[in-house]
Structure formats: structure tokens, C-alpha cells
């Protein structure tokens, strides 16, 4: 079975930075897409960025230029560098391994961004 770790969460003030991280347990991290999504109290599960197995990537409008989403395949780790960190990120954000390997979700690591 596959599980995916995150780690990374916080709390941090408008305008800093957080890094999280997402360890996969097996080798499926190295032939999966995965990415990065949020979901913020009543409202519904965003795309945040995501990376395919050869490293493109993509990303939400709202995050643009602010978020850069990494991969290490050695290490079966996925890492989310947030800055410009706004009110507005806030929420549980969520690491997503999709692809031929299966669809797999990390429990969620909650970012809150608040003076």
C-alpha cells in the first residue's frame, strides 16, 4: 500500500515563507505525477501545483509565481516552497501521487497564514 507523508505545516505571517514536504513510501512516486492541493473551510479541494515524472509543471493562478513545486525521485520526495505567503493560502493542503501507479492522498498538513 502506498503512503504518502507530509510534513512542513504551520503557522506563519503574511508575507513569509513554509516548505512542505511529501515522503512517498514506495517506488510508484518515481513513475506518478504529483502534486499539490488545498482545501480551505467550506469551500472545495484546489490544484495547487503539480510536477510530472520528468518535471514539468503546473500551476494554480492564484499561487503563480509566488509557489515552485520540486521533486527528488531518489529520495521519493515532493516539496512545495511557499512564499509571498497571503491570508488567503490558508488551508489543508494535500500530496497527490496520480498516474498508471494508482491515486494515491497524504492525510494533509494545515497552513495558516495570520498575523
Known amino acids: 500500500q502506498v503512503q504518502l507523508v507530509e510534513s512542513g505545516g504551520g503557522l506563519v505571517q503574511p508575507g513569509g515563507s513554509l516548505r512542505l514536504s511529501c515522503e512517498a513510501s514506495?517506488?510508484?512516486?518515481?513513475?506518478?505525477?504529483m502534486g499539490w492541493y488545498r482545501q480551505a473551510p467550506g469551500k472545495q479541494r484546489e490544484l495547487v501545483a503539480i510536477i510530472s515524472r520528468g518535471g514539468s509543471t503546473n500551476y494554480g493562478s492564484s499561487v503563480k509565481g509566488r509557489f515552485t513545486i520540486s521533486r527528488d525521485n531518489a529520495k521519493r520526495t515532493v516539496y512545495l516552497q511557499m512564499n509571498s505567503l497571503k491570508p488567503e493560502d490558508t488551508a489543508v493542503y494535500y500530496c497527490n501521487s496520480a498516474g498508471v501507479g494508482g491515486n494515491y492522498w497524504g492525510q494533509g498538513t494545515q497552513v495558516t497564514v495570520s498575523s
Open positions: 514506495t517506488a510508484v512516486f518515481s513513475i506518478n505525477n
